[in-house]
């Protein structure tokens, strides 16, 4: 099956081009071609009038949308959000689970595992919490917080894959939990933490490399213990997860850390919860209350921000306009950062040889297509 997009503006990390085209060969980019160059035979092509075509986004930090959530343990659940992450240009992404109880878990890693696979792909699961620190438990419901559980990481891994596991490094075995996950291929992120700088060393030293939602529930940088916040500013090498929406961190905040650490290592996350894609109006998070107004969702007891209701797509709009940086290089925040954290090395970008996972997006960052493994699989109505 060979799919052609024809006069599409390009935006590719190190890469653009204006009224180019792009050919799929089944679920691979075949060939990208500039404008002038004759155009091939394709069982379908699609005209994108002048829309631009950007690296498919991955979502690597969503716990729901579309009035459903991961943690539900309900199929149904499951495939609705898998379909309606594609309307965000999103083409892969973690569904990640709340800090809840195994047997929670459980049906929750089982309903990932029945998934349709109609929309965007779920390769494996982000496990956060509940390994995380009770001082910082956010909007992670505290009755089921535990210390990290190798065995519980592998109980639940045996059901779907776990591709990474979010917890707080300075809790009893941190440092032994990071080798014990690289060792498994999971990815370990530290999160929901109150790790002094020297704690979080100790797990970079085995390898820690992320920071979930950076600068949330973490501690933040004073000049005589720089904590988590100063780690990622210090550690150009370690990846920052940010919720880009304005309001989990201030838009020079945001300015700051890709300034400091460069674009290469920011990775954009939703962090989304149920209330995404859905009305204003009161919500659950892990057994909680929240409350989802003007584009924030808080928690109904201390009006603590409780996840939210961002869209890849907006996300991206936002750094480009916060940082100036062109489409082109702000895509790498949006896929290709996210793919090599997780070890994927031909994702992320509209080149020969790449997965022909791609969205049309316009001037507003507006979907118009998305294509998962070369296939049209969302169209703007
Ligand atoms: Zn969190």
Redesign the pocket.
Known sequence: MRTLIRDCNIASPGFEVKHGSILFKDNIIYSVLTPGESLPDADLTINAGGLTAIPGLIDIHCHGRNNCDFTDGVVEGVNTIGKNKLKEGVTMMLPTTLTQSEEALTAAFDSVAHYDGMGVKMPGIHL?GPFVNPSEV?A?NPAFVRMPDIKMVERLNAIFPIHKV?FAPELPGGDTFVTDLLAMGIVPSA??SAAKYTEFHRCYAKGLRNL??YC??MTPLHHREIGLVGAGLLHTNVFAEMICDMMHSSPNMIQLAFKVKGVDHMILIT?AMRAAGMPDGEYDLGGLPVLVAGGAARLKENAALAGSVLRMNVALKNIVEITGLPLSEAVRAGALNAAHSLGYRNIGRIETGFTADVALIDDNFIVHNTFVDGELRYSLD
């Open positions: 956060e956010g992670q979010s999160a929901h979930t939602h949330n529930q962090d």
